[in-house]
Each structure stands twice: as C-alpha cells, then as structure tokens.
C-alpha cells in the first residue's frame, strides 16, 4: 500500500445482539484483513445469550484492537452510534454480527478512498455484496455509483449494505449518525443526507457477504414495518424540501407506498392493501392511474376480497 493508505486509521463498529452463533465468524474475517483495522467497537445491546462471554474469550486470543461495550437493549441505530461516538479515526466502517467480509475488503476500499479523494469530495465508499439465506445467494452488483446520486435515493436505497460502506468519521458526525426514532430505512436515509452533499463510489468487487433471514423482509412481515415506513417518508421529504419539486415528493410518496402494497397483496392482506392505497389517494388523485392502474385494481381486488373475506 502506499504510504498515504498506511496512514489513515480505520474504526470497525459491530452492533451485536444475541449474536453468540455468529459473531465469531464476523471477527475471524477482521482478522484475516490483508490491512488490519486500526480499532474494532462491538456494542453489545442488551443480549441475553452468551454473545459477550465468546468476545471476550475471543479478545483474549485475537491480534484486532478490539473495545467491547454493553448498552441496554435500545436497537442497531442507537448501538452504531454509540460506536460511532466513541471512534476517533479517520474513517469508520460497519460490519454486522452476523456478516463477514472479505479478506481484502479494507485494502481495496482504502485504495478507492484514496485515489478518489485526490480529484472529488468523497462522504461514502460502498463495494459490491453477495446475500446468503440458507442456499441461496444474490451478487448486488448494481448500480455503480460514482459521483452525484442523490436523487437516485428517490427511487430506491442504493447502497448496497451498512456492512458494505465506509465513511469519514466527520462526515458521520456532520450528519449525526443514524436517526434513531426510525425503526426501517433509517440507512437510506443517512445515505441519502450523505449524497446531497458529497461524492459516493463503489468498489465494482464483491467484498462483503451478508447473512440473513426473513425476519427483516417486508414481504414476511409488512405489517411491522409499514408505519415506520411512513415516518421515513415523512422525514425524507422534509429534510429535503428545499431541494425536491412537488411532483417528485409525490412520485416519492406513491412509490414508497406501493411498495408495501405489494407486499399485502403478495401475502393477501387485503385490508392492508386497501388501507395502503388510501394512504396513496391521500398524496395524490394521481395514484388512480399509478404503475398503469395496478395500484388501483390490487385494491379493487382486495376490496371485494376483503368484503367477501375470502
């Protein structure tokens, strides 16, 4: 590496929660890193199995700068940002307890940080990713960011992962880490305040693998999410009023909101899908004619299903 990647120092935050089955797996990818971390932060938040018992055997034996530090039970958001509070270095990243990275995850990363802070204003650094549930595995390849992508985050979170990011400690701070009363999108929308203002990258190679469940689909558990979901938009629009026509907070809006009617359709909630698209007539008239119609005949469908309670 050269000698301006050697200096800058790196934080690794690892929010954990009852994760004894898979946090050793994601310290054991920390240290195979070809370049170390300068310091790892677990935050332990509030678990109740023996997760903090295996860190510390762990730490015993470990050549990482690892700090452990417990907290009560209080969500990933807040366990980063206590992570984040207690960085001092330059750059920070995420890795979740029951992910792994690559072993050259930091390495390349560092070197697109670098070579790209030369000529742009760089806030985040993301790389591709490959998600694993049980057998089967998705590559997320796209899109590829380089520059500009604010308004790319009207239409979808275009990060592909809080494990997969790295981000200057200051910029972090600037915006006050992740917004702790939202309990869904609270990334794309730290993501997304990140891009207003700053340039984001991609490193095109696959360097994080995520593992993951259903608990946190939408499409397995609409109904928990949807509220929050509302709350997102709500903030979204509002941090960025000055910056969005009317017409794409509408287009925000709708597209936000039809997403968990999808969903309700998809699990026959028929209720909720009625109950959603309501909440669409209420943005705009427009949503009558959203995704050419499909909006309005899901709910007609779900209305008459809902009625006859099939």
Same mark, same amino acid.
């Given at each position: 590496?050269?000698?301006?990647?050697?200096?800058?120092?790196?934080?690794?935050?690892?929010?954990?929660?009852?994760?004894?089955?898979?946090?050793?797996?994601?310290?054991? !990818?920390?240290?195979?890193?070809?370049?170390? /971390?300068?310091?790892?932060? =677990? #935050?332990?938040?509030? !678990?109740?199995?023996?997760?903090?018992?295996?860190?510390? #055997?762990?730490?015993?034996?470990? *050549?990482?700068?690892?700090?452990? #530090?417990?907290?009560?039970?209080?969500? /990933?958001?807040?366990?980063?940002?206590?992570?984040?509070?207690? !960085?001092?270095?330059?750059?920070?990243? %995420? $890795?979740?307890?029951?992910?792994?990275? @690559?072993?050259?995850? $930091?390495?390349?990363?560092?070197?697109?940080?670098?070579?790209?802070?030369?000529?742009?204003?760089?806030?985040?650094?993301?790389?591709?990713?490959?998600?694993? *549930?049980?057998?089967?595995?998705?590559?997320?390849?796209? /899109?590829?960011?380089?520059?500009?992508? %604010?308004?790319?985050?009207? &239409?979808?979170?275009? =990060?592909?992962?809080?494990?997969?990011?790295?981000?200057?400690?200051?910029?972090?701070?600037?915006?006050?880490?992740?917004?702790?009363? $939202?309990?869904?999108?609270?990334?794309?929308? $730290?993501?997304?305040?990140?891009?207003?203002? &700053?340039?984001?990258?991609?490193?095109?190679?696959?360097?994080?693998?995520?593992? %993951?469940?259903?608990?946190?689909?939408?499409?397995?558990? /609409?109904?928990?999410?949807?509220? &929050?979901?509302?709350?997102?938009?709500?903030?979204?629009?509002?941090? @960025?009023?000055?910056?969005?026509?009317?017409?794409?907070?509408?287009? %925000?809006?709708?597209?936000?909101?039809?997403?968990?009617?999808?969903?309700?359709?998809?699990?026959?909630?028929?209720?909720?899908?009625?109950?959603?698209?309501?909440?669409?007539?209420?943005?705009?008239?427009?949503?009558?004619?959203?995704?050419?119609? &499909?909006?309005?005949?899901?709910?007609?469908?779900?209305? #008459?299903?809902?009625?006859?309670?099939?």
């Amino acid at each position: 590496m050269k000698n301006n990647e050697n200096k800058l120092t790196v934080a690794v935050v690892i929010p954990m929660y009852n994760s004894n089955n898979t946090i050793q797996r994601a310290l054991s !990818s920390l240290e195979k890193q070809t370049v170390k /971390p300068t310091k790892v932060i =677990i #935050v332990d938040d509030g !678990s109740i199995d023996e997760s903090v018992k295996t860190v510390n #055997v762990y730490i015993s034996s470990s *050549c990482l700068n690892i700090h452990l #530090v417990s907290q009560k039970n209080a969500g /990933p958001s807040a366990a980063r940002n206590k992570g984040i509070s207690l !960085s001092s270095e330059k750059l920070v990243c %995420f $890795l979740d307890a029951d992910d792994e990275w @690559n072993e050259n995850k $930091l390495e390349e990363q560092l070197a697109t940080y670098v070579e790209k802070s030369k000529s742009h204003d760089v806030g985040l650094v993301e790389t591709f990713t490959i998600d694993s *549930c049980e057998d089967k595995k998705i590559k997320r390849d796209t /899109p590829l960011l380089a520059g500009k992508h %604010f308004k790319d985050f009207l &239409y979808a979170n275009v =990060i592909k992962g809080t494990a997969s990011v790295m981000i200057p400690l200051e910029i972090l701070n600037e915006f006050g880490g992740f917004d702790e009363s $939202l309990h869904y999108a609270e990334d794309r929308l $730290l993501w997304s305040q990140i891009a207003k203002k &700053y340039d984001v990258f991609t490193v095109q190679k696959y360097l994080v693998t995520r593992h %993951f469940g259903t608990e946190g689909n939408i499409t397995s558990n /609409p109904e928990k999410y949807y509220v &929050y979901k509302k709350e997102f938009i709500t903030k979204f629009i509002n941090l @960025n009023s000055d910056t969005l026509t009317e017409q794409e907070k509408v287009s %925000f809006s709708l597209s936000n909101i039809y997403e968990f009617l999808t969903a309700f359709y998809t699990n026959k909630s028929y209720k909720w899908v009625v109950l959603c698209y309501r909440d669409m007539l209420s943005v705009s008239l427009t949503a009558v004619y959203y995704n050419r119609g &499909y909006a309005s005949l899901k709910a007609l469908i779900s209305l #008459v299903k809902s009625l006859l309670k099939v």
